[in-house]
């Protein structure tokens, strides 16, 4: 289970998620869970691949780093 980073971009205000493991930065282009009060679960990339981070029962502060797997 890799390590990932999510932080908000300043122009756009879109997602990225970056797997230092793998030197890869990609959009966010969905979020299982993007509630006030529940945020995570399974992550699409904009190329495609998905990625799980277990839920939160907040919206964190970003940037942020977490454990994520394959989903």
Do not use: C, H
Not at 9 to 18: D, F, H, I, R, V
């Amino acid at each position: 289970m890799p390590n990932v980073m999510i932080r908000k971009e300043a122009e756009s205000g879109n997602l990225t998620l970056y797997i230092a493991k793998k030197d890869l930065e990609e959009t966010v282009t969905a979020i299982e869970f993007n509630e006030a009060d529940r945020w995570g679960g399974e992550f699409e990339l904009a190329d495609g691949s998905r990625y799980y981070i277990e839920p939160l029962s907040e919206q964190p502060k970003l940037p942020i780093t977490l454990r994520a797997r394959r989903a």
